[in-house]
């Protein structure tokens, strides 16, 4: 089986303009900030990628410095913030100028969703969303008949992320990784993105149990640190000092321009 080690450069050049791009993890846990903080320098030097759709299943602080950094046009989540820490604050400024579409999503949206891309189908029904206002703010999720029981339900459209960037706690070259007790829908986003990257925080000759296996990976960057200053559990905790100041020093596209600077030169 071919190696698949990269480095943080090779792994972001493989995010084209305009893709939707899955970033695994939850909240403030195991995020790929390793490689935002790759892509964003290579949109700084090279002027791409943007026109991203983000889609993660929760948003932290990752997906709200690739929105500070103008690359993205439209955001797939159920949430976005930073937990205690406050609000996601470039995701607040440009959601409230409108600045980024938002597609209004749920737990049970996206994974529907991704239950459909897996399933090699154009859509998954279920219950969710029956009795509420949000098929009116997403027309593309319809109604079918059951055709057994003739039950309406909602039919969730299939969700087809091109790029899907996952950090693990290992990997070895081939492109198999173990990920942690908390997967999120990280095995999911394995299975149905074209190009899945894993950034791990250490390489190892072999793995005998993995949570992503090697046909399904692309590419594997070691990237110690990686997820910091989310927490890698358990390897390291959340930087809870480092995250109230990025609340704290960020508001609007200036303030994001003096910490993007430092942080990308730490």
Not at 247 to 262: A, G, L, R
Request: net charge negative.
């Amino acid at each position: 089986m071919p190696d698949k080690l990269v480095s943080l450069e090779e792994a972001a050049a493989l995010t084209p303009t305009g893709c939707t791009l899955a970033l695994g993890g939850m909240t403030l846990y195991r995020r790929p900030v390793s490689f935002v903080k790759a892509l964003i320098r290579q949109r700084m030097e090279q002027g791409y990628p943007d026109g991203l759709t983000l889609l993660a299943f929760t948003a932290g602080l990752e997906s709200d410095l690739l929105v500070g950094a103008g690359m993205v046009s439209r955001l797939r989540s159920c949430y976005i913030g930073l937990e205690i820490f406050g609000l996601a604050p470039m995701f607040t400024y440009c959601a409230n100028r409108g600045e980024i579409e938002i597609f209004e999503e749920t737990e049970a949206s996206l994974a529907f969703g991704l239950r459909a891309q897996m399933a090699g189908v154009g859509f998954m029904p279920g219950r969710g969303w029956l009795g509420t206002d949000l098929p009116e703010l997403r027309p593309d999720v319809r109604t079918v008949v059951d055709p057994y029981s003739g039950e309406q339900l909602m039919a969730f459209p299939a969700i087809h992320p091109e790029v899907a960037v996952i950090h693990a706690l290992k990997a070895d070259p081939d492109g198999n990784a173990q990920i942690g007790e908390n997967k999120g829908v990280d095995e999911e986003l394995g299975l149905v993105a074209d190009k899945v990257i894993v950034t791990a925080e250490e390489i190892v000759p072999e793995l005998s149990k993995a949570d992503l296996v090697a046909p399904m990976v692309d590419a594997v960057v070691l990237a110690p640190g990686g997820a910091a200053p989310t927490s890698c559990h358990p390897l390291y905790p959340l930087d809870g000092e480092a995250l109230l100041a990025y609340t704290e020093q960020v508001s609007d596209p200036d303030s994001f321009s003096v910490f993007i600077e430092k942080f990308l030169a730490s």
